[in-house]
């Protein structure tokens, strides 16, 4: 157990749905990271959270959004849903943004595998 | 941008020997750091080592070692004794420092996928 939980592990749902994906960092991490794993594009980097506010955003659609609340946790919405949307959802977390440098060591979840039908 | 590039899509070796997997990047950077995760088939992504590009000494984690070359921008890894359970897909990964705002988001390589046959 990495210390990083994601829910749900699996979701199957039809093109055009909308769908939230939940993470809880490692205690005392500050920030989280939200990566998109598929066949062709490898990890894609999504966006990152740094203690609520929004740090550094990544190749991420207009169609997803994601917010980290006071207790830190965090979740991707995922909205329109595409065949291509089907991927592995991974949140990571580490303690970065303390001092803002440092070898930070991102801890990932086990994923979040979405089907989209 | 940073990228990083992992030019052997799949390798194989035999229990007990020696594999080396190859990584380059790019960057214009000069303090960085370089991670290898590994991602067996339970899908998790799992820290393997990583190296300080200021430390030229190069990492080592049991069975594991890098050859960090800086100026080639070059950055190897080494598994020793390979065990059955070493059979996964390998990420090379590659972050940046900053001291204010920025990210210290990872960038991946598209994999290796390493087999240990026995």
């Known amino acids: 157990d990495s210390g990083v939980t994601q829910t749900p592990k699996h979701l199957i749902t039809a093109t055009g749905q909308r769908v939230t994906l939940r993470c809880s960092p490692r205690?005392?991490?500050?920030?989280v990271y939200w990566y998109q794993q598929s066949l062709d594009q490898g990890l894609q980097f999504l966006i990152q959270?740094?203690?609520?506010?929004?740090?550094a955003k990544g190749n991420i659609l207009e169609r997803f959004s994601a917010q980290q609340f006071p207790d830190l946790h965090s979740e991707l919405n995922l909205s329109s849903l595409e065949l291509g949307d089907s991927a592995l959802y991974f949140c990571?977390?580490?303690?970065?943004?303390?001092?803002?440098?440092?070898?930070?060591?991102?801890?990932f979840g086990a994923g979040s595998r979405l089907t989209v039908l | 941008a940073q990228t990083v590039t992992q030019s052997q899509p799949e390798m194989s070796v035999q229990e007990a020997e020696t594999v080396t997997l190859s990584c380059t990047y790019d960057?214009?950077?000069?303090?960085?750091?370089l991670f290898w995760y590994k991602q067996p088939p339970s899908r998790q992504m799992i820290l393997v080592i990583r190296?300080?590009?200021?430390?030229?000494q190069n990492a080592t984690e049991n069975r594991f070692s890098v050859n960090f070359q800086k100026a080639a921008k070059s950055f190897s890894l080494k598994i020793s004794d390979s065990q059955l359970g070493d059979t996964a897909m390998y990420f090379c990964?590659?972050?940046?420092?900053?001291?204010?705002?920025?990210?210290?988001?990872?960038?991946f390589g598209k994999g290796t996928k390493l087999t240990v046959n026995p």
């Open positions: 190296q300080e590009a200021y430390k030229q």
């Open positions: 990964a590659f972050m940046t420092t900053t001291f204010q705002g920025g990210s210290e988001k990872l960038v």
């Open positions: 205690s005392g991490d500050l920030s």
């Open positions: 990571a977390s580490s303690v970065v943004g303390v001092l803002g440098s440092g070898a930070n060591v991102l801890t």
């Open positions: 959270y740094y203690n609520g506010e929004e740090r």
């Open positions: 960057t214009s950077e000069n303090n960085y750091y």
